[in-house]
């Protein structure tokens, strides 16, 4: 949007969806049609307004795309008000905040509240009101400015309010222009800040500046659209006025007169210098002059440690940033810590509060001494030091003949020349008579050690023979070398024409005792234990910690003093080139100490009678030339993108091209690193990454050993294991229950098959059950291979039976049944299993011992109908193809089975087995009743969908969905017969909407208690997490969704099979089953219906009194509610159940029910003929009564023909307006009454006082 000034009213069609420019330049993360962000019927002009609904999980954003190119000090305004939303017990606000990004929407400044939380209330009592947002001033001639607004619940109970907003403006302002403030950056800078982006050309004239005092201003730069630097002559600490006049705004339509801004420069006090004149005095330089009343306190002062406060402060008359402290204690060998506290500068604004400032007084020594060249060392000392005492070179003595011929200073570094070169050895320098510069310290018999060390070239000495196994079955006999275990020597050789000192040298780990080898002499190196038994044969050192030798093969590295490794060999018996001779009793020698090249090849055993030759020439010495052709010793791949060869032999690293080796699939060499100087192991960078999964190749020729034999054309293998996708890789055998044994170890596995033609990598995946995971180490599964995983520790017990993979931190299998899962390395899915017992399809393979297997793992999406327990008489088949091994195709879509309302816009949709993901989009999904969808996303299980509605869904109401053309992910369409079902959106339940119906408290022998409930609601009413309380405690109804439909019943029970056997008339479709009833007496008790937020919806007393008093046993027989509009808690609304319904109708209507019926006059009576011994017909009478008010007193009496009062039915009961009270038909003795015509007497006591009479008649019968 680039037109201003610019007002919208919203009159256009909105675009609905998400994240999508609903009219133009404006732009919603969700726009719908009621709902969100939508186009409302509630404008202050036109037609039209902006409505936004925030909600729990919903926060309305919307951003306008603004172009104020040339637009200054631009503002919003807008009319806005809120409206009330959802139930009349909903209090939150709507708060509106604004901000503004310059840079087309990465980064937006800080949200303004519009108003407060009050300003947009959750009722009806606001209207359009205008509001204003000022843009930040950076936002003035912006290209890519977003303004964005969002709209989100306040603090409160229930939905937030609705926001409505019309007539948007955004136009530019006219402001006068004003110095907000002004601020001094450093000694010769003033920032000057406008209100509003102002012009170069006036900015930058530096006439238009002026600061007082003196100070001269000599340039102005505009450093950014509203800010200006001023370069200044040197500030002092003072207050400062800087004037601005004539400068125009960028716009060219305002010019300032004179405008003023103070400023206040501060320069914070520091201490330059602590200077040690003696060890009582200091002389403090600070970078300001000081105010001198203030300077000459001693209590300002304090050194720490011991010293304390000065005894004198003298202030320099000349220069007063000058101060002498004298103290009263000496200075020692310490670092000290000066602390000043309430100095001035003589402008007073500079202040020194905990100064702080250590210094040290220290004896002069040398720091430091390093060797520049063999004939130039550097003295480095302490402190500075006085040069005509630091360049005497009498003043520097040093041993075995040196002397000092030359000397330089700089800064505390004394340079000297030698007369002669120093070799390798350790010099001793003594010095004497340098001064430091302060004269308070001297050098007195200063010695140090100067040790000058010297690298010994690569194979200067060689590891010449080997004797790493002094006995065995073929020694030489005689035998003349010590053969004890414990005789081992490694013989070095010379091979130089200089002496090398090897003391200190280390030889694998032991250390050389004092010794210098002659050029071209051997020394033998052994154990300390064992110097004087080879002393007869040569030169013998001592090793300190002697590292016994292998008679196998190991690494020897001989390392000198500096830690340069002067060589190395990796030798194994296959050195010796005699089966006998490895067996001990014989060395292993060099045979060139000068080849053309390095290696296996150039060693062998010895041909000495003796069995070796130490302490001179080897037996098998031969410097003739080597004519055998080099070989790839190992190879490998070191990481993605680099192939690692090690050769046998020191190659020729001229032939190391890339030209001599050639790659498979495309690839080629970036470059190669040769990464030892013999040449024997090179990395190889090729210049992409390998296709992961598939076998590459690299070929080798045209290459040499340094002896210039080529190698024979070699071709290696490489690959990279394929991270695998959905269903590559498949669990395909089970082991959760592995006792008892039928014959594999007793230890939990599973099994993974490569379904795929790819080579699989394994590291870096998990392996997840429903509550814990584990990462799996690196292991490559080629295709259509098998892998069993298990614990670590048991994993060498699997080795028999195919590839094993040990897995640290195991996740334990559920016995009964769990959900397994894989996934790859960037965490997707691959495939998945839930499994449970049931799937072994055997009882007895489920106790234990029996894997499960998939059937046939072309249709991994099945799930239990692809699965059963292993027919292997071993229990399983772990690493091998499945013993249930067969073809099982999937031939049937999936089936839609279940439709759940999660909350007002989202409904959760449940199929019978796992999708093709690809084949769900929102459009497949319809809906009855204006239902529509804005998006569908699938599960991690496969087969459960989440829907978006594009409006709330309304409570109360039974929608009808269907689906159409997606698939299963073995791809078969779903079923039209099962591609559509009914969603229920339940209400709340108010008090009373349900009730208990009916109780069987006194089961007979070898029966069941229940509980049926009702509801008396035109609500559909979701059970999840309800409860139904007894005397003592309290049990879940379900924990999972259960829906009430109206007028519907539920029989709450433990044992739907024995309930059904002794009651056959009842609805078993109705059972909830739990694994035990809440505590229910026989005699009497309490029970309650709490609703899941433990809200009492129903509860009533319960008595087996409320039985027919004619009843001959109550065991077996339910009580049940005569009314459903009668109150719970009252005996009246009570009666035993009819016999002819086997005495209990669990599940349907009541047998004693009565119909609600139209009540005429204050009291009626219902029926007016009764038996009560009959089990066909009514056998009690309700007594009716309806007032105008309430409080009435009644008093009821049945009177038989004679006029005898045969029953007194109540006393003094105090009526509310309308109920019902019942006659059993029987006397205040417990007897039944005599067939004939009763008279019922009621006497009624208004709160008045005035007492009135109704007669009425009523037949006792009884059926013959």
Not at 63 to 81: K, M, Q, V, Y
Not at 163 to 180: A, G, R
Not at 480 to 495: A, K, Q, T
Not at 780 to 793: E, M, R, V, Y
Request: charged share 20%; net charge negative; with cysteine.
């Amino acid at each position: 949007m680039n037109s201003f000034p610019y007002r919208e009213s919203f009159e256009q069609t909105f675009n609905t969806g998400t994240n999508t420019y609903f009219i133009p330049n404006w732009k919603g993360n969700t726009i719908g049609t009621r709902n969100r962000i939508f186009a409302g019927a509630s404008p202050r002009t036109g037609d039209q307004s902006l409505n936004i609904i925030p909600t729990s999980s919903f926060k309305g954003i919307i951003e306008i795309d603004l172009d104020l190119t040339g637009i200054n000090n631009p503002r919003i305004s807008f009319f806005a008000f809120s409206q009330r939303n959802g139930s009349s017990s909903s209090t939150r606000p709507v708060l509106l905040s604004l901000s503004t990004s310059i840079d087309g929407g990465l980064s937006f400044s800080t949200n303004t509240l519009i108003g407060n939380e009050n300003t947009f209330p959750n009722n009806d009592s606001t209207s359009y009101a205008e509001y204003f947002y000022e843009l930040p001033l950076e936002a003035s001639g912006q290209s890519q400015v977003v303004v964005r607004l969002t709209a989100e619940r306040g603090s409160g109970s229930g939905s937030a309010a609705e926001l409505i907003i019309d007539d948007f403006s955004i136009e530019s302002q006219k402001l006068p222009v004003e110095l907000v403030s002004a601020q001094a950056t450093s000694k010769n800078s003033v920032e000057l800040n406008f209100n509003q982006p102002i012009s170069k050309e006036s900015a930058e004239q530096v006439i238009n500046y002026s600061v007082n005092q003196g100070v001269v201003i000599n340039a102005a730069q505009l450093i950014t659209s509203n800010t200006v630097r001023l370069s200044t002559s040197l500030l002092e600490n003072g207050h400062y006025s800087v004037f601005a006049k004539g400068i125009e705004s960028d716009s060219g339509e305002n010019t300032s007169d004179t405008l003023k801004a103070n400023f206040t420069f501060i320069e914070p006090l520091e201490v330059l210098e602590v200077e040690v004149i003696d060890q009582r005095t200091l002389a403090l330089l600070f970078n300001l002059e000081l105010d001198d009343s203030l300077a000459m306190i001693p209590s300002h002062y304090a050194i720490t440690p011991k010293i304390g406060q000065p005894i004198m402060v003298g202030l320099d008359s000349q220069f007063q940033n000058r101060i002498t402290l004298e103290l009263e204690e000496d200075l020692e060998e310490e670092t000290y810590e000066l602390s000043i506290n309430g100095l001035r500068d003589r402008s007073l604004l500079a202040i020194a509060n905990d100064l702080i400032k250590t210094f040290n007084y220290l004896p002069l020594t040398v720091s430091d001494i390093s060797i520049n060249s063999s004939t130039e060392i550097d003295l480095t000392f302490n402190q500075p030091v006085e040069s005509n005492s630091a360049l005497e070179l009498t003043n520097y003595d040093l041993n075995f003949g040196l002397k000092a011929i030359f000397s330089a200073l700089t800064d505390s570094t004394v340079h000297l020349k030698l007369n002669r070169p120093l070799v390798n050895n350790t010099y001793t320098i003594t010095i004497n008579n340098v001064i430091n510069q302060s004269g308070n310290a001297i050098a007195e018999n200063i010695i140090i050690n100067l040790r000058n060390e010297i690298s010994t070239p690569p194979r200067a000495i060689l590891i010449n023979e080997i004797f790493a196994d002094p006995s065995g079955d073929h020694e030489p006999n005689p035998s003349v070398l010590p053969n004890d275990s414990r005789d081992e020597y490694i013989e070095l050789f010379n091979n130089t024409l200089t002496a090398i000192d090897i003391t200190g040298f280390d030889l694998s780990g032991g250390t050389l005792n004092h010794f210098v080898l002659m050029p071209n002499a051997y020394v033998i190196a052994t154990a300390l234990s064992n110097v004087e038994k080879f002393q007869s044969f040569g030169d013998v050192v001592g090793v300190s910690s002697w590292n016994g030798l292998s008679n196998n093969g190991e690494t020897i590295v001989l390392v000198d003093d500096l830690g340069n490794t002067i060589d190395s060999i990796s030798y194994d018996q296959s050195w010796y080139n005699d089966l006998d001779k490895s067996d001990g009793g014989w060395s292993i020698e060099l045979i060139n100490p000068n080849p053309s090249c390095i290696g296996a090849h150039n060693w062998s055993s010895s041909m000495s009678d003796q069995g070796g030759t130490p302490g001179y020439q080897n037996s098998i010495y031969d410097p003739s030339p080597d004519t055998r052709a080099p070989k790839v010793d190992t190879f490998l791949l070191l990481n993605d993108s680099t192939l690692q060869i090690s050769f046998n032999q020191t190659m020729d690293v001229t032939s190391l091209i890339p030209s001599n080796f050639s790659l498979s699939h495309g690839l080629s060499i970036k470059n190669l690193s040769i990464r030892n100087d013999l040449g024997t192991d090179l990395l190889v960078h090729l210049d992409k990454l390998p296709v992961p999964g598939i076998i590459h190749d690299i070929r080798l020729s045209g290459i040499r050993d340094c002896s210039g034999n080529g190698i024979e054309e070699v071709i290696l293998d490489f690959f990279i294991g394929a991270s695998p996708e959905f269903n590559d890789l498949l669990i395909t055998e089970i082991m959760a229950t592995p006792s008892p044994s039928q014959g594999l170890p007793e230890a939990e596995y599973i099994e993974l098959y490569n379904n795929s033609e790819k080579i699989i990598g394994l590291g870096g995946m998990t392996l997840a059950d429903a509550i814990n995971s584990t990462s799996l180490d690196d292991f490559t599964l080629f295709p259509h291979q098998h892998i069993i995983l298990t614990a670590n520790n048991v994993s060498d017990q699997f080795t028999a039976f195919g590839q094993v993979l040990g897995v640290s931190n195991w996740v334990s299998l559920n016995n009964s049944g769990d959900q397994l899962s894989i996934y790859n390395q960037n965490g997707t899915l691959v495939h998945s299993v839930e499994y449970s017992d049931t799937w072994y399809r055997s009882e007895t393979k489920a106790n234990g011992g029996y894997s499960l297997e998939m059937i046939d793992p072309n249709y991994p999406c099945l799930e239990e109908r692809n699965w059963i327990a292993s027919k292997s008489p071993s229990g399983g088949t772990p690493g091998q193809v499945n013993a249930a091994n067969d073809d099982n195709p999937d031939l049937l879509g999936p089936k839609l089975i279940r439709a759940i309302a999660l909350d007002a816009s989202t409904i959760e949709l449940l199929f019978d087995e796992k999708l093709d993901v690809s084949t769900v989009q929102s459009s497949k999904f319809k809906g009855d009743q204006g239902l529509s969808f804005i998006s569908a996303i699938v599960n991690e299980d496969g087969r459960t969908i989440q829907l978006t509605t594009n409006e709330d869904l309304i409570e109360n109401t039974v929608y009808t969905i269907s689906v159409d053309n997606i698939t299963d992910c073995s791809g078969n369409l779903i079923q039209e017969s099962s591609d559509s079902i009914e969603l229920i959106v339940a209400s709340s339940a108010d008090s009373q909407d349900v009730i208990i119906n009916e109780i069987l408290f006194n089961p007979r022998s070898g029966g069941v208690r229940f509980v049926e409930v009702y509801n008396n609601s035109p609500k559909y009413i979701n059970l999840k997490d309800w409860k139904l309380a007894g005397s003592t405690n309290e049990r879940t109804l379900s924990s999972e969704n259960l829906f009430m439909a109206p007028q519907s019943y539920f029989v709450i029970t433990n044992d739907g099979t024995t309930l059904q056997e002794q009651y056959p008339n009842a609805r078993s479709e109705t059972f909830i089953e739990l694994l035990s009833m809440p505590s229910i007496p026989s005699d009497s008790g309490e029970l309650s219906l709490l609703n899941s937020a433990t809200t009492v919806i129903d509860s009533l007393s319960y008595n087996e009194d409320y039985h027919s008093p004619l009843l001959p046993d109550p065991r077996g027989v339910s009580l049940e509610r005569i009314n459903f509009s009668q109150p719970s808690n009252s005996r009246d609304s009570w009666f035993s159940a009819s016999s002819t319904e086997y005495s209990a109708t669990p599940g349907y209507a009541n047998s004693q029910s009565r119909p609600m019926f139209s009540q005429t006059g204050e009291i009626s009576i219902e029926p007016l003929t009764f038996d009560p011994e009959s089990s066909r017909a009514a056998n009690f009478v309700t007594i009716n009564y309806s007032f105008i008010s309430s409080g009435n007193t009644l008093n009821i009496s049945i009177i038989d023909a004679q006029g005898n009062r045969i029953r007194e039915l109540t006393q003094n009961t105090i009526a509310g307006r309308e109920g019902t009270i019942i006659w059993d038909g029987t006397t205040d003795q417990s007897q039944k009454a005599r067939v004939g015509y009763y008279m019922i007497l009621t006497e009624i006591i208004s709160r008045d006082g005035t007492i009135r009479y109704s007669k009425n008649k009523v037949a006792v019968g009884t059926l013959f």
